[in-house]
């Protein structure tokens, strides 16, 4: 058996009685409130060879079937181990006014720092709508896993480490009330996250501070960001705390790549005065992986009054979008029963990965093409022979 680590925060309510050693953490808000976040590290064991064969597995559109693998690493849920960092704060004041204090934030960080002294780039997760805690576990490790097993990795000796962000989701089946619960959640999340972005932010300055006071060089791996989903809505809202508490309102420069998969957000928050429109300055590029064959958009279109959702169609103006953002319609290749955690599996999987190790977004090597009304940055999958035959 193998063990996986998986660094996390989390805004949840701990489940036991210790809440630095939790049997789980459960579908509501921490005791302390919504803002308030947990460090810590989970440990799971699995098969090294029953995770092999999901990664080696064709999904119709590429190799490696990480939905399936997803699954598989739920089902072993029962040898998880969780360690949250201990923290010894008080709530009612400033970080910076707790000098004393002990920060779990501070411990991870320092942790993840040794892993990128190490040539490893962090990739955080927010996973999106209806996603228990074990569940979502599950999830950041298998696209851990996606993200290291290929030949790129390999060649160049870069690896990923995810980190997980969970929010308080429901991971119910009732559709209705399951839907509008989580996204109340993740409206108040978005602060926790924003929360979570400024301490990473400082930590970096302290970092960047202390290295050159000591004439040391700076790592050169990097950090980025993938939200699924509704956890689109989570960032979205993520944005105005991270505004608010920002020199001149400029968001943080913290990510090389955003990743944005199927995001539950209305279609045009790219446009001027929307909530994503400062996006960009976050990062070197973002990228929006969008797909007509996507179930989940069209309920969440009805239970939003018919808003069109961004994981749909794309931008509502493709054209107006800033030269940093891209978007890759991947409705000609996504099928079967991964239509909206395709993220996680083949092709798309692999594009990501590419975005990751610097690849240029108009590389050959990509499958991706653009389209052929000239924009430079809208770009889709064209129809794989496998896809083809499945579709005939």
Same mark, same amino acid.
């Given at each position: 058996?193998?063990?996986?680590?998986?660094?996390?925060?989390?805004?949840?309510?701990?489940?036991?009685?210790?809440?630095?050693?939790?049997?789980?953490?459960?579908?509501?808000?921490?005791?302390?409130?919504?803002?308030?976040?947990?460090?810590?590290?989970?440990?799971?064991?699995?098969?090294?060879?029953?995770?092999?064969?999901?990664?080696?597995?064709?999904?119709?559109?590429?190799?490696?079937?990480?939905?399936?693998?997803?699954?598989?690493?739920?089902?072993?849920?029962?040898?998880?181990?969780?360690?949250?960092?201990?923290?010894?704060?008080?709530?009612?004041?400033?970080?910076?006014?707790?000098?004393?204090?002990?920060?779990?934030?501070?411990?991870?960080?320092?942790?993840?720092?040794?892993?990128?002294?190490?040539?490893?780039?962090?990739?955080?997760?927010?996973?999106?709508?209806?996603?228990?805690?074990?569940?979502?576990?599950?999830?950041?490790?298998?696209?851990?896993?996606?993200?290291?097993?290929?030949?790129?990795?390999?060649?160049?000796?870069?690896?990923?480490?995810?980190?997980?962000?969970?929010?308080?989701?429901?991971?119910?089946?009732?559709?209705?009330?399951?839907?509008?619960?989580?996204?109340?959640?993740?409206?108040?999340?978005?602060?926790?996250?924003?929360?979570?972005?400024?301490?990473?932010?400082?930590?970096?300055?302290?970092?960047?501070?202390?290295?050159?006071?000591?004439?040391?060089?700076?790592? =050169?791996?990097?950090?980025? #960001?993938?939200? /699924? $989903?509704?956890?689109?809505?989570?960032?979205? @809202?993520?944005?105005? %705390?991270?505004?608010?508490?920002?020199?001149?309102?400029?968001?943080?420069?913290?990510?090389?790549?955003?990743?944005?998969?199927?995001?539950?957000?209305?279609?045009?928050?790219?446009?001027?005065?929307?909530?994503?429109?400062?996006?960009?300055?976050?990062?070197?590029?973002?990228?929006?992986?969008?797909?007509?064959?996507?179930?989940?958009?069209?309920?969440?279109?009805?239970?939003?009054g018919n808003t069109d959702r961004l994981g749909w169609r794309g931008a509502n103006r493709p054209a107006d979008l800033d030269g940093?953002?891209?978007?890759?319609?991947?409705? =000609?290749?996504?099928?079967? #029963?991964?239509? /909206? $955690?395709?993220?996680?599996?083949?092709?798309? @999987?692999?594009?990501? %990965?590419?975005?990751?190790?610097?690849?240029?977004?108009?590389?050959?090597?990509?499958?991706?093409?653009?389209?052929?009304?000239?924009?430079?940055?809208?770009?889709?999958?064209?129809?794989?022979?496998?896809?083809?035959?499945?579709?005939?």
């Amino acid at each position: 058996m193998a063990k996986a680590i998986l660094y996390f925060a989390t805004n949840r309510r701990h489940e036991g009685d210790d809440r630095w050693n939790p049997s789980g953490y459960g579908i509501e808000p921490s005791e302390d409130g919504t803002e308030n976040l947990r460090f810590g590290r989970v440990t799971l064991n699995y098969d090294k060879r029953e995770a092999l064969k999901h990664l080696q597995k064709n999904c119709g559109f590429g190799k490696g079937d990480g939905q399936r693998l997803a699954d598989y690493l739920h089902s072993q849920s029962s040898s998880g181990v969780i360690k949250a960092f201990e923290e010894k704060l008080d709530n009612k004041k400033a970080d910076i006014r707790q000098a004393k204090s002990k920060f779990g934030s501070t411990r991870m960080y320092r942790e993840l720092r040794k892993a990128m002294e190490n040539e490893t780039d962090i990739l955080i997760f927010i996973h999106g709508f209806n996603v228990s805690w074990w569940v979502a576990v599950a999830s950041a490790l298998s696209l851990e896993l996606m993200l290291n097993h290929n030949s790129d990795a390999q060649h160049t000796g870069r690896p990923v480490k995810v980190v997980l962000f969970s929010w308080p989701s429901d991971g119910k089946t009732i559709p209705w009330y399951s839907y509008f619960s989580d996204r109340s959640d993740a409206r108040g999340s978005g602060a926790a996250v924003g929360r979570g972005f400024l301490k990473l932010r400082d930590y970096l300055v302290e970092v960047q501070r202390d290295s050159l006071q000591k004439g040391e060089n700076l790592c =050169s791996r990097s950090i980025h #960001l993938l939200c /699924h $989903s509704m956890g689109n809505y989570v960032l979205q @809202n993520a944005l105005h %705390r991270t505004e608010k508490f920002s020199t001149g309102g400029k968001p943080p420069r913290i990510f090389d790549q955003i990743f944005l998969c199927a995001p539950d957000v209305a279609d045009d928050v790219f446009e001027s005065g929307e909530p994503m429109r400062r996006l960009p300055e976050m990062c070197q590029n973002a990228t929006i992986y969008h797909n007509r064959g996507d179930l989940a958009m069209p309920f969440s279109d009805f239970t939003k009054g018919n808003t069109d959702r961004l994981g749909w169609r794309g931008a509502n103006r493709p054209a107006d979008l800033d030269g940093r953002v891209h978007q890759v319609d991947c409705s =000609s290749i996504v099928t079967g #029963l991964i239509e /909206h $955690s395709y993220y996680l599996c083949g092709d798309v @999987n692999d594009d990501i %990965r590419k975005s990751i190790f610097g690849v240029l977004q108009d590389s050959r090597t990509r499958r991706r093409e653009p389209l052929r009304h000239g924009w430079p940055n809208v770009w889709r999958f064209p129809v794989t022979k496998a896809v083809a035959r499945q579709s005939g």
